[in-house]
């Protein structure tokens, strides 16, 4: 998961468990994030947040079967925590993400007066 995103766009994260049990995160990410190719920022962006999705969807596929349920349970939850430590990270997906809620707040604003 770190060669992936260090490679496409310059970040990467970890999970340090200290020797009192306390969990530290250490998150890195290049200072211009601008610098990083489109293409490969999009490719990197879209497959991490599909990866859970599919795991979603087989969770729900598979609520009336236990055999697996618990398998692509523990999937989720990893890819999820991959989403997470990603997006902590890169400071250009906070941007994106909080225009992108604004949008959202006028359209629905929008939308009410019309």
Same mark, same amino acid.
């Given at each position: 998961k770190n060669i992936t995103g260090r490679l496409l766009v310059g970040m990467r994260w970890w999970n340090d468990i200290k020797e009192d049990g306390s969990s530290q995160w250490y998150f890195e990410c290049n200072? $211009?994030?601008? #610098?990083?190719d489109a293409?490969?920022? #999009?490719? !990197?962006w879209s497959a991490l947040y599909a990866w859970p999705l599919l795991w979603l =969807? &087989? =969770? !729900? &596929?598979n609520i009336l079967s236990w $055999?697996?349920?618990?398998?692509i349970l523990m999937a989720f939850v990893f890819a999820a925590t991959n989403v997470v430590g990603y997006w902590k990270c890169s400071k250009d997906q906070k941007r994106q993400m909080a225009d992108w809620a604004k949008s959202q707040a006028v359209r629905a604003m929008v939308s009410n007066w019309f």
């Open positions: 200072a $211009d994030e601008s #610098t990083i293409k490969d920022r #999009t490719i !990197f =969807v &087989l =969770v !729900f &596929l $055999d697996w349920l618990m398998l």
